[in-house]
Every structure is written in structure tokens, then in C-alpha cells.
């Protein structure tokens, strides 16, 4: 069981009685890293967009359900792993699927109405362009369950118990696995940048 | 373990899941190797330098609309478990379980009316249990007089 003052556990349970300002602070809290998630399953920002709020719409609308048993983003990312998944199987049955087809029911409204991104990706970022494209697309090609576990360990707080419930429930020696293969699969690809150490250039 | 055998494992790993002892052995490699360490460090310093995915400046605001638009269309999730069963959405819920009652209240009803049926007929029978031997005597009277000879018509005139 987890320590109900736990800040996090703290508000989901004033969530739970149906407080909305607490969810407000949940969602402003936890966007950038269920958003960081979500991308970097399916690959899409704007339907990881709409997938991550579908997340936090989640936690609101199963709210009464939720148990401090263990840590709340523990919960959250289980979500988001799963509507990330729901929206990979999708995509799987129908490949032909695009934003780009018109809807038959309201052909002249957009899409979707997505704002100005308010965290654009910087010109000085760490990483330069190319190596921060070689990456992306290393880590795109790994296996979802490396691929998700790896991602966890990057957002930081998150241990190999967290990691295991939001797998399913996996047993330790398994994440360690996974996460030591995703590594040495990354390490692989990434060699000649590890070894020239372009990652520490600026 | 040497560098070869530390390669190995390493390939190894790429092509399936490690065991406890070999996932054992590579940690104890890394920390008493420090170039091959500083490569798994700069691996992990790669992804954590990845950037954030950029949120749209509106994104909590949407979030909340929608959590607002469903509660306006279904408002009975403050109310309890079984309030919730009687709003409109579980209609059809509400019309199988009527249908359900429906069906074992005329089952009930029934069964009731058959074993009052059969305590009726058990009576009935007892009764007439009750008369079966005389009831048996004149029909075996009756059957001889049906199987008798038949009557002699000319002995039956003479005695007229």
C-alpha cells in the first residue's frame, strides 16, 4: 500500500471525491510526461495529443475506481500504455486509416483544432537535429515493451516495480531484461555517436 | 568475464531475454570496467537529452471541456452504484432485468398452481380408494349378468 500523503496520491484521492481544481493540478503535472509517452509509442503527435487527454479523461471518468495500492503513475501510465496500444492495434487493422480523409459527417470542419505548441522544440537543443533523429528512430524501432520501458526510465522516478505493474505485471528479472535488451539494441545502432561523442556537443 | 565474453553477452541480450546470473555477471562487467560503463551512461544521457514532445498551450483547458461535457451527459456518476442503474443509458439493462422478474414471478406462479393441483388430485384419488371394494363387487355382479347364456326365448314364453 502506498502512503496516502504521497503529494500525487493525495490529490488523486481528493480527485476521487470529485474534485476538479485537483484534477486540474493532476492533468498540468502529468501532461508533458503521459504526452512524452504516448508520442513515442505511435509516432503521431497529433493523435498522441488527442490520445494523451483521452488519458487524463480516463482518470477522471474511473476516478471513483482508483486505490492508492500503488503509486499514482503507476495508474496513469498503465493508461496511457494501453490507449497508446489500443490506438497501435487500430492502426494495424486498418492501415489505410488517415487523418487526411475527410470525415463523411462534417467535411468542412477541421480535424482537429490543435494550438501553438508551447514547448517548441529548441534550435540549441542538446542534441543535434540528425543525432536526435537517429535516436528517435532507434528507439521506433525497438519492440513496444523495451521501447515503453526504456521511456519510463528516461521520465525519472520511475522504479522497476512501476515498470513491471504498468507491463502487466511482469516480474523484475523480466523488466531488467527488457530494459538491459532495449539498451544494448540502442547501444548497438548508436555506436559510432557514442563512441565519437557527438551526444555531448552543444 | 573478458571483453570478448562481455561482446557475447551483449549480443546475446539483443537476441533474447538475459537470465538473473548473466543479467548479474554484465552489471558486475559495467562497474569494474569504466569505458564500457561510460558508454551505457552516454546511452542513457542520449534518451534523457531527447526533448520533450510539445504540448499545445491548450491542452489542459481541452481536457477539462471534455471532462465537463461528460459530466453534463451523464451527471449520475456523483450519485450511488444502483441510482446509477435506473438512468436512461441502462435502459436496456432496466428492460431485461423487468423481463427476468417478469419470467420468475410467472414461474413461481405456476409451479404454486401445480403442486396445489396435484395436493387436489392426491384427495381425489384417496377418496375414491375408499369405494373401490364395493365398487368392485357389483362391477364383477354386473360383468357375470353380461357373460350369462343368452336367455331361452321359447322357455321364456312358456313361463309368460
Partial sequence: MVDRNDPDVALMLRVKEGDLSAYETLVEKFKQPVMNLVYRLINDIDEAEDIAQNVFVQVWKTRERYEPASKFTTWLFTIARNLGLNEIRRRTRHPADSLDEPRPDNESQPLRVVEDRSSPIPADAALSGELRAKVEEALMDLPEKQRTALLLCREGGVSYEEIADVLGGISLTAVKSIIFRGRAVLKNRLKPYLKSGEWQKK | MNQSEFDNLLQTAIERDLTDGELARLQRWLAANPTDQAEW??????????PDTPVAT????????EVRRAETAHPALDQAWWQRLLSPQFRPIQIAAAATLAMVLGDVGYQSHLKQSRAEMAAAVAAIAEFTPGFLADFEAIEAIAQADPIDEELWAALK
Avoid at chain 2, 41 to 50: K, M, Y
Avoid at chain 2, 58 to 65: G, I, K
Fill in chain 2, 41 to 50: 551512461e552516454a546511452l542513457d544521457h542520449l534518451l534523457a537529452s531527447l
Fill in chain 2, 58 to 65: 491548450n491542452f489542459t483547458a481541452r481536457v477539462l471541456d
